[in-house]
């Protein structure tokens, strides 16, 4: 009845506020020339030599950065959030052309709100973050803002901080959602705003999967550092509308800098002894080709973002029905096939219990929302070959539910009953679904041997299932990344302090309850990358923003059935674009309007 009535509420708002609104269509794009739309750039090829040149005339500018006020920093982070708000169009026309999508083929829907969502969504997210994080350092002598709250976990010396939801707005959007940090001591510390401001240079090389370069914003504005980026070759282009109009304030006062190239450039950058850090996003491939480079690891320490294997746990309990069934299965498709897998957090794997009542129903569903899909283009260097040796593996299907809407379409992949092989010789798992990092839309299921004993879930031990299934994944499966949990909510309420400690131990530097843990990237008081001793996804993080001194790992927590899933889920072509166009507004520009017109669009489809 509630949800009835908010419909009613929204819809009478709605149909007078939309009336005199603006178009949401991209109409504009499909007249404008791309080659007009830019007028200058930043991102020509660079030599060896320019790479040197470069790296010079920005560490130059190292002492004059770090001594720039707080309130001037949040001026450049303003007109850069305005800049985004007037060049994402462009933005995503450029990326459009790039990955090989058509501007106005409704079946290509998905795939222009994947490039929405990777693109000015998320970097509009985070740049407004920051905004409001230096603004109350600035209110508040660099002190950052503190927690909502905190809780302490019994046993093992750990807190838990509750930072988000804050404001009004984030409480409406969120409906129950919670971000959180896992802290290694029991009472929070929080360095100020000087104190994380180190400074120095920072060289990163950029991630190809994502257009947002929120590494920049972490670089510059958590660490006071200068910084010399290198895009990817993957996205590149791109990076003349973010370098040449979005981004430069920056890069017209000299404390930021783009080279291109291959190779020898990005070499040339990571061998420069004058960096004070290194970061990077890519595969365990790049990270141990780069480490050899660095002369002096000590001194400059690398800041790794890679991927792995991402298990989702299925924990059964008496809320499973067939609607949460059928809702679940939709927001795990969802996350699989978002960007068309070519996400270091996409999920993977999903383990449930072998006797699980509902498991066949649950996979049922997965397949069935996988294939309803329309499917986004396969852009992303090498992944043709990792989603063809995934087709040819035992127990694969490759799902085809209609025609392909992009060139070479990578089907979604879903292997059934996976187990786990063994080399006798060496004890070590041998199987590649869990071992090899797809970075495609595959996913596995992997039935767990813990027996129920009986369909009435209530005689049920959910925790000593749920640290089976953990101790699974960190014998067999490769990465530290992420993980998710679906679980109910009785059983988190009558299991909290325990499910507490669970997710404060497992080795996952990004842990989601009930959703995907790809949120946590658009929010910079979390943070992202693998915990402290899990090397296997890469070593350091990013983001932090709030300045605790031992952040060890970031928790999303969603409601059984929360109502925020409805946008995270698979839906027509038309709908999930005009859902994601509305959330980047949103997320660019957040107010009640923006936020109103995103829910009429998720709710009433209007």
């Not at 901080?161 to 290694?184: H, I, M």
């Amino acid at each position: 009845m509630i949800l009835q009535a908010s419909r009613v509420i929204l819809l009478v708002l709605l149909v007078i506020l939309l009336q005199s609104a603006p178009s949401d269509s991209l109409s504009s794009l499909k007249r404008v020339p791309i080659q007009k739309m830019v007028a200058t750039t930043t991102t020509a090829p660079s030599s060896v030599e320019d790479v040197d040149r470069i790296v010079t005339n920005v560490a130059a500018k190292a002492e004059e950065w770090k001594a720039v006020p707080v309130d001037k920093k949040v001026e450049l982070l303003q007109q850069i959030l305005k800049n985004t708000i007037r060049e994402h169009d462009t933005w995503c026309a450029l990326a459009q052309e790039s990955r090989g999508v058509h501007p106005t083929d409704p079946r290509h829907g998905c795939a222009r709100a994947d490039i929405i969502v990777t693109g000015p969504a998320m970097f509009g997210s985070y740049l407004n973050g920051l905004i409001s994080t230096l603004q109350h350092c600035s209110k508040h002598d660099g002190v950052p803002p503190p927690p909502r709250s905190v809780r302490k976990i019994e046993g093992i010396h750990k807190s838990v901080a509750t930072l988000w939801p804050r404001t009004f707005l984030d409480y409406t959007e969120s409906v129950g959602l919670k971000g959180e940090l896992v802290l290694d001591d029991e009472t929070p510390e929080q360095f100020s705003l000087e104190e994380t401001c180190i400074g120095g240079v920072a060289g990163i090389l950029g991630a190809g999967n994502i257009d947002a370069p929120t590494d920049i914003l972490c670089q510059m504005f958590l660490k006071g550092r200068v910084c010399v980026f290198k895009p990817n070759p993957v996205n590149e282009k791109q990076h003349t509308v973010v370098a040449g109009k979005i981004l430069e304030p920056l890069i017209r006062a000299g404390y930021l800098a783009y080279v291109c190239g291959g190779n020898d450039v990005g070499a040339a950058l990571v061998k420069d002894s004058r960096m004070d850090e290194i970061v990077l996003t890519g595969s365990m491939s790049t990270y141990e080709a780069i480490k050899p480079l660095v002369k002096d690891i000590e001194r400059t320490p690398i800041c790794a973002e890679l991927g792995g294997v991402n298990p989702w746990i299925v924990v059964p309990g008496k809320a499973w029905n067939a609607r949460s069934i059928d809702q679940h299965a939709r927001h795990l498709a969802f996350s699989r096939m978002s960007n068309n897998g070519h996400t270091c957090v996409g999920p993977q794997v999903v383990l449930v219990a072998k006797d699980w009542p509902w498991r066949r129903e649950f996979f049922g569903r997965v397949r069935f929302w996988l294939g309803q899909h329309a499917g986004s283009p396969p852009f992303y260097p090498g992944s043709d070959k990792t989603h063809s040796y995934f087709s040819t593996v035992p127990k694969a299907e490759v799902i085809i539910d209609g025609e392909d809407a992009f060139d070479k379409q990578q089907r979604p992949i879903l292997i059934s009953n996976v187990l786990v092989t063994t080399d006798e010789e060496n004890q070590k798992d041998t199987n590649s679904v869990l071992t090899r990092e797809a970075f495609c839309p595959v996913l596995a299921e992997v039935p767990i041997d813990y027996t129920i004993g009986s369909n009435d879930a209530t005689k049920y031990d959910s925790m000593a299932y749920l640290r089976s299934a953990i101790q699974y994944t960190e014998r067999n499966c490769f990465g530290s990344l992420s993980a998710n949990i679906l679980i109910p909510d009785e059983e988190v309420q009558k299991h909290s302090k325990e499910l507490d400690r669970i997710i404060c131990e497992m080795p996952f530097g990004i842990v989601g309850v009930n959703l995907f843990p790809g949120f946590a990237y658009s929010l910079p008081m979390l943070i992202w990358g693998a915990p402290p001793g899990q090397p296997q996804s890469g070593i350091g993080f990013l983001g932090n923003a709030h300045g605790y001194k031992h952040p060890q790992k970031a928790v999303l927590r969603a409601p059984f059935q929360w109502l925020g899933r409805r946008a995270l889920c698979i839906m027509s072509p038309q709908k999930t674009e005009k859902v994601m166009v509305r959330l980047g507004k949103y997320k660019m520009s957040p107010g009640l309007f923006t936020q109103l017109k995103l829910f009429a669009a998720l709710f009433l489809g209007i």
